[in-house]
Every structure is written in C-alpha cells, then in structure tokens.
C-alpha cells in the first residue's frame, strides 16, 4: 500500500486536458520535491518533471507540473495517442527515510 | 549517450541469494546516486534501494531492509544489489536509475531492467 494515492485512470480524446493527482502528507509531498515518471507499454520509465515543476531536456511543454500543500498534480495538453502510458508521481518520505512512487495511474486516450 | 545495463537475474528457490549488477557508462558515474526500483508483473513501481555516488550513504526499503545490500564499485562504473533470504514476493524486473539528487529523488535514466523469479 503506497502512501501517495493517484487515480487508477483518466482518459480523454485527442487534444484534450487530462490531470493526475498525487495525494500524500507532510512528510512526503508536502516537504520534498515531487517527480513524475512515464511508462509507456513495455518500455522503461522516463523521467517527465522534478523539482514539482520542471522539465528535464527534451520534454515538451505540453507536460507540467504543480503542488499544492500536500498533493501534485501532472498536467498534459494536447493529448496525443502516443501519450498513453502510465503514469507514476515519486518523492522522498522523511518519515520512511525511503522513496516512495505512487499507485500510478493509466491514460487512455480515447 | 547514457547507458545502464542490468544482469543476473534467474529463477532462484525461496530463501535463495542473488547478486544483481548495474554496468552504467556514458556518465561520470561517481558523481552521482544511483538506485534500485523493482516491478512485479502487471504492478506498479516500487523502489528499493538507493546509493550515494562516493557509496557512503545508503537506503532501503522497509520491504528488503536486511536482506537486501546495495554497493558501488566506481572503478568498474557498476552498482551492485545483493539480495538475500529471497521470498515469493520478491519476484519483479529489477532496474537500476541514475539519480542526480541528494537524497533519492530524481530517476533521469532507467536500465530496461533484468528478472528475478522467487518460486519453488
């Protein structure tokens, strides 16, 4: 059981918004830089955003980043097919002295 | 261009030990962390480990703590998960990350990852 919480799905059509949350608590989230990592089927995963907001060379502005006390958020626009993958948020937990990702969740696009 | 390579992975009996290798390259790899994040199959990612780039500093996850040793060897550019007293649970792709934070924090390059089956 992962101590950061993110819906299992989101979707959306070609174009559209989708958001994921990351939802965890002030020994994680709320004192530590969140990222946010993509999985495409099969493959490894890619670091999308650190630092709660920032994007790594190569990765478009279409993805974004943001927090809020204790929970991010990952934003992409203009969704595109090949942005279906799953996504996963990961910070430092103070308390655990370990890393934890979230329960990751899947965009479909529809 | 950055590159890491996992091996050693195998179908090992409960209670079994294992030795996984990261060779990295492309990077001047004593500068920076580097860990180990596991996926069970059709599940999420789940880290285990994390080593700091001189070795001095370690981490684990409370699901390996003790049974698990992570090591560096900065002259063969390769990090290292010793893995002991191995259980059904255990069973994941195991790949190493390079991390260019202080403490576990940003994963900017993945292995694909090698196997590790716990089963009798």
């Known amino acids: 059981q992962s101590v950061l919480t993110q819906p299992p799905s989101v979707s959306a059509a070609p174009g559209q918004k989708v958001t994921i949350s990351c939802s965890g608590s002030s020994s994680n989230i709320g004192n530590n830089y969140v990222s946010w990592y993509q999985q495409l089927p099969g493959t490894a995963p890619k670091l999308l955003i650190y630092?709660?907001?920032k994007r790594p060379s190569g990765i478009p502005d279409r993805f974004s980043g943001s927090k809020s006390a204790t929970s991010a958020t990952l934003g992409i626009t203009g969704l595109q097919t090949g942005d279906e993958a799953d996504y996963y948020c990961g910070t430092w937990d103070s308390s655990l002295s370990a890393y934890v990702f979230g329960t990751g969740t899947k965009v479909t696009v529809l | 261009e950055v590159h890491l390579l996992e091996s050693g992975g195998a179908l090992v009996q409960p209670g079994g030990s294992l030795r996984l290798s990261c060779e990295a390259s492309?990077?001047?790899?004593?500068?920076?962390?580097m860990n180990w994040v596991r996926q069970a199959p059709g599940k999420g990612l789940e880290w285990v480990s994390g080593?700091?780039?001189?070795?001095?500093?370690?981490y684990y996850a409370d699901s390996v703590k003790g049974r698990v040793t992570i090591s560096r060897d900065n002259s063969k550019n390769t990090v290292y998960l010793q893995m002991n007293s191995l259980r059904v649970e255990d069973t994941a792709v195991y790949s190493c990350?390079?991390?260019?934070?202080?403490?576990?924090?940003?994963?900017?390059?993945w292995g694909h990852g090698t196997l590790v089956t716990v089963s009798s």
């Open positions: 080593i700091s780039g001189s070795g001095s500093n370690t």
């Open positions: 492309g990077f001047t790899f004593s500068t920076y962390a």
């Open positions: 990350a390079k991390d260019f934070g202080v403490v576990p924090s940003n994963f900017d390059y």
């Open positions: 630092e709660y907001h």
